[in-house]
Nanobody, 113 residues
Framework: QVQLVESGGGLVQPGGSLRLSCKSSRSISGIIVMGWYRQAPGKQRDLVASITSGGSTNYADSVKGRFTISRDAAKKTAYLQMNSLKSEDTAVYYC???????WGQGTQVTVSS
């Protein structure tokens, strides 16, 4: 079993920035993919960004150029740097680890003036 703990969410004004962190209870050196997903009220959970153990990244079109995913194997942590935030980025953000399809508890991000 793997525990994932997200942190870094909060309330931010449009145009602002946040950095989310996802700390794993086990080593992520050999993990194939870590990802960030988000779910707004009444909507499905969608992929925001993912990163492989080799460093390859993938982003949703809506966040390209604004969000950056990274990972630090030594700290067993993945990050999501979010810049130029918009109101439509408001959601609960979840960390995911595969294989195994483990999920964190989620962290709320609210973008509002």
């Amino acid at each position: 079993q793997v525990q994932l703990v997200e942190s870094g969410g909060g309330l931010v004004q449009p145009g602002g920035s946040l950095r989310l962190s996802c700390k794993s209870s086990r080593s992520i050196s050999g993990i194939i993919v870590m990802g960030w997903y988000r779910q707004a009220p009444g909507k499905q959970r969608d992929l925001v960004a993912s990163i492989t153990s080799g460093g390859s990244t993938n982003y949703a079109d809506s966040v390209k150029g604004r969000f950056t995913i990274s990972r630090d194997a030594a700290k067993k942590t993945a990050y999501l740097q979010m810049n130029s935030l918009k109101s439509e980025d408001t959601a609960v953000y979840y960390c995911n680890l595969r294989p195994g399809n483990f999920w964190g508890q989620g962290t709320q991000v609210t973008v509002s003036s």
